[in-house]
């Protein structure tokens, strides 16, 4: 069953949606708004306008099994489906059935490897780009829609908002199991919150923004491993062995730059890592 917590104010204003546990692994988004819902719900934390719902586990079954997906990559499957055909489709209909009721999406999630909190700058918008500023992470990577561009197969939470004509922001909180990453998605919501009127001002660390574009996938495509514990965003060098696989072929990287969500543990099939270079700034 998938629960969403609803709070009215009695005020006009935006319809905020935020997303925790997509990736049943990543439990910061669903403590974060476990704790937030209890706020709202008890008037610790008055809603002055608008509307928001939390959906603080948005796959209860990978959750309840601390694993990233049943039977598919929810984030891979983010778009209604006429006839679903596993859990996770079935998940995506109701979801996506509240982004269209909703004028802005956040969705946290975290990664595997050792690193600091990030967003994405993909369908870069005033609005967007001032919502990310006011968030003030360290980095924001663009170029997530040419890597995966959405089609009737694939899409994510951001990417189907959008194609609603929705503004939508994805944070990645910090390493999926530091306990610090559910206080980065808790300030992330509360920020955002306030950033849109919702709740009275939340004063958080505002950092600059530093911009980095993907440029490439590293997928696993047999089994192997990565060379080296890569901490997200570590620098690396144009032929550089990053991986290796079990019949001794050899992954370098293709450009100076940087590596992004190295994924020690990838499934065959998935991904092993990213490559970024340095952007515009913010």
Known sequence: MLEARVFCSARPGPHLLILGGVH?????????LTRLAQELSSGALPLLAGRVTLIPQANPAAGAANTRYTEANLNRVMRPHE??????????????????GADLLLDLHAVTSRSVPFTFLDWDTPQTRSWLQAL?????????DKLYP????????????????????VVECGQ??????????????????????????YNHAVQPTRALRLTS?????????LLQPFTNFEAVRQGQPLARYDDGT?????????????????????????????????
């Open 24 to 32: 049943g692994d990543e439990p910061c988004g669903t403590i974060a």
């Open 83 to 100: 006839n679903p055909h596993h859990y996770e489709q079935r998940l995506a209909n109701s979801i996506c059935s509240y982004i269209g």
């Open 136 to 144: 003030g992470l360290p980095y924001a990577l663009s170029g997530w």
């Open 150 to 169: 959405p089609d009737k197969d694939s899409s994510s939470s951001a990417a189907y908002a959008v194609g609603q004509g929705k503004t939508a922001v």
């Open 176 to 201: 999926k199991t530091d306990p610090a990453s559910a206080e980065v998605a808790y300030t992330m919501a509360r920020a955002s919150l306030a950033y849109h009127g919702l709740t009275a001002p």
């Open 217 to 225: 996938i590293g997928w696993k495509e047999r089994d192997g491993q």
């Open 250 to 282: 050899v992954l370098q990287a293709d450009v100076d730059g940087y590596i992004i969500m190295p994924w020690p543990t990838a499934r065959i099939g998935e991904e092993w890592y990213y490559l970024a270079v340095d952007a515009h700034a913010l």
